[in-house]
């Protein structure tokens, strides 16, 4: 799982007093590799918590590489007969979008060479010559990827591995936001490894839900925050290099987890570390990831032309300078 720079702020209940028609349930659990925290607003239960892990099954079933038997993997070992369902499709539309916004710095057909550099599934192989990375690179490409009338999945080449991890996760937790709104919820907040769904308000306090920006040093143990924001209706999501790297024992290079698709290098741009709000967790998940491989300059093009895409950048200026971009619409919703 790629680092997030997320984290919900449980917000303090005393002061307050909920409506009697409704109470503010909390459900926690496991879920895509990390765990869940979800709170709800409502008169009853209403069997939530089973309908919660169903919408974690089906995601999983669907785009999880990391389940054998999965869709995607069953489709990644060049199974071309697998019909992919609702979400596969929807996850897909979603990547291609970022995939054009971004000019192609956002590409889940990286799977291939993420693997390849130890940050997927299967052995780490490190040791990367020029030679070995040019050939990886036949295999990446979103354009090398349809999907057919019929439902099933073509590829141009049968070792083009698909990687929904970067968007997958939010696109999750937008489900169970439309699982809860269906059960008549529309005060909540979801929080998923550090991404953020926020719907309606914290009726308790009257106010929009709150979430955190994480500073860079903060430490795993005892979190310090940058910025606080409201969420109005938006989802919330973050990258970053600091934490996740790896090293070549062979040759002592360093990695980051984020690779450029365009070059094929798992290498950092100035940008390290993107927190983004957009109307969606997939889309906030999807555009963090793309602004780490794009650097700043692009980064900012692609926020400014992006409607409902708001971003907290920081980046390196120099060799001991860091600095912070935070755009107009991302201030806005800045806690004073």
Known sequence: MRNVLLVFIALALAS????????????????????????????????LE??????IYQVNKSVSTYLYESDISKINRGDSSVKVDTIFKEVFRISEMVFTSSNGYFDPTVGTLRNAYGFGEGEEKLELTPEKLDSLREFVGFRKVKILADGTVKKEHP?????????AKGYGIDLLGNF??????????????????????????????????????????????????EL???????????RKYRIDSLTGNKYVHTINPLTGMAEASDVTSATVIAPTCALADAY?????????????????????????????????????????NFTDKMLK
Request: hydrophobic share 40%; aromatic share 10%; net charge negative.
């Open 180 to 229: 809860l709104e269906s059960k008549n919820i529309n005060n909540y907040i979801i929080e998923l490894g550090g991404e953020i769904l926020a719907k309606g308000k914290n009726i308790t306090r009257d106010k929009l839900w709150t979430a955190g920006v994480e500073t860079i040093d903060s430490k795993v143990e005892n979190r310090t925050f940058a910025a606080l924001v």
């Open 232 to 242: 109005n209706n938006q989802g919330m999501a973050g990258s970053g290099n600091y």
């Open 16 to 47: 307050c007093s909920t409506p009697a028609e409704v109470t503010m349930m909390t459900f926690q659990g496991p879920a895509f590799g990390t765990t869940y925290n979800i709170k709800v607003f409502t008169d009853k239960e209403d069997g």
């Open 159 to 167: 070792s083009i591995y698909l990687d929904f991890n970067a968007v």
């Open 50 to 55: 089973k309908g919660i892990d169903q919408v």
């Open 288 to 328: 963090a990831t793309a602004f780490m491989a794009m650097g700043l300059t692009r980064s900012k093009e692609v926020i400014s032309q992006t409607e409902g895409v708001a971003a907290y950048l920081t980046f390196i200026e120099d060799a001991n300078t860091t600095g912070i971009y935070v755009s107009q």
